[in-house]
């Protein structure tokens, strides 16, 4: 099974900071990755898709980009609404893994 | 617009069996591929479960399998998880989700415990 890791697990900022957060697949998965958000009681979100397409109606401040096997989503200017947790998940192979989450917490 | 409903979640004993059903509404749904996703208390996502359009084709998280089963009845627009032999690390929020490979839509979720 392809391993993704993410990091950091947890991640401290203030409102107008850019934050990154990275996820490492275990082996090539091409393009095959999406970023979620996921804020307490709520169900995922998707943020982006195939490792930097913007789905429709997420603000431009979240982006996507991809090195090899080491993929980034940035915040360029964290807003009080992105206070949350945020997944990465490969779907190169329909055995689909999720990152283990970081958390995005006020500073 | 896109709705997903789960249902069928509660207290089920070790051992026991539960069927979660997601009722789908605002798109064509014989037309997409659905997944289940499950988040055990305070931690992480899981995928559960993959299938096919048709339900012809199939996959399961190796935690899963031979243990639970998905099918779908795409002139009902829903979509099950019949779960056997529960576990207490079966416990969690289950949630259905579209399509195949990145999901665009999940449902809210249904809560599954295991426990004595």
């Known amino acids: 099974d392809i391993q993704m890791t993410q990091s950091p697990s947890t991640l401290s900022a203030s409102v107008g900071d850019r934050v990154t957060v990275t996820c490492r697949a275990s082996q090539s998965i091409s393009s095959w990755l999406a970023w979620y958000q996921q804020k307490p009681g709520k169900a995922p979100k998707l943020l982006i898709y195939k490792a930097s397409v913007l789905e429709r109606g997420v603000p431009s401040r979240f982006s996507g980009t991809e090195s090899g096997t080491e993929f980034t989503l940035t915040i360029s200017s964290l807003q009080p609404d992105d206070f949350a947790t945020y997944y990465c998940q490969q779907y190169d192979t329909y055995s689909k893994t999720f990152g283990q989450g970081t958390r995005v917490e006020i500073k | 617009e896109v709705q997903l409903v789960e249902s069928g979640g509660g207290l089920v004993q070790p051992g026991g069996s539960l069927r979660l059903s997601c009722a789908a509404s605002?798109?064509?749904?014989?037309?997409?591929?659905f997944n289940w996703v499950r988040q055990a208390p305070g931690k992480g996502l899981e995928w559960v479960s993959y299938i096919s359009r048709s339900g012809s084709l199939i996959y399961y998280a190796d935690s899963v399998k031979g243990r639970f089963t998905v099918f779908r009845d795409n002139a009902n627009n829903s979509l099950f998880l019949q779960m056997n032999s529960l576990r207490a690390e079966d416990t969690g929020i289950y949630y259905c989700?579209?399509?195949?490979?990145?999901?665009?839509?999940w449902g809210q979720g249904t809560r599954v415990t295991v426990s004595a």
């Open positions: 605002g798109f064509i749904f014989r037309d997409y591929e």
């Open positions: 989700a579209r399509p195949g490979g990145y999901l665009d839509s």
